[in-house]
Nanobody
Framework: QLQASGGGLVQAGGSLRLSCAAS????????MGWFRQAPGEERVIVAA????????HYADSVKGRFTISRDNAKNTVHLRMNSLSPEDTAVYYC????????????????WGRGTQVTVSS
């Protein structure tokens, strides 16, 4: 089970930190990803991190503003989001995949419920 939290309403230029707590899986075996889905759009990858945390991937739209991190001792993954803009408004999902290639294709093994992020202008 993946439980995301930390969403909310923030003004443009502000920051939020999303967290995702995992249970029921061997967390340190899974690559983790954050995805988002804006109204009327497809769900897309935002950021991902390998099982050991040594490598990360970011969508071009968030590079330099978002940072993904994980704490394998606490079975958690975080997404720090800075310099938020209204274009970042979406439901954000955390997800887990055994294989890194699955992260890139969105074919995750487990999905959590989303958390809404709304950025006002």
């Amino acid at each position: 089970q993946l439980q995301a939290s930390g969403g909310g309403l923030v003004q443009a230029g502000g920051s939020l930190r999303l967290s995702c707590a995992a249970s029921g899986i061997t967390f340190n075996r899974y690559a983790m990803g954050w995805f988002r889905q804006a109204p009327g759009e497809e769900r897309v990858i935002v950021a991902a991190i390998t099982a050991g945390g040594r490598s990360t991937h970011y969508a071009d739209s968030v590079k330099g503003r978002f940072t993904i991190s994980r704490d394998n001792a606490k079975n958690t993954v975080h997404l720090r989001m800075n310099s938020l803009s209204p274009e970042d408004t979406a439901v954000y999902y955390c997800a887990a995949a055994i294989r890194w290639v699955s992260v890139m294709t969105g074919g995750m093994d487990y999905w959590g419920r989303g958390t809404q992020v709304t950025v006002s202008s």
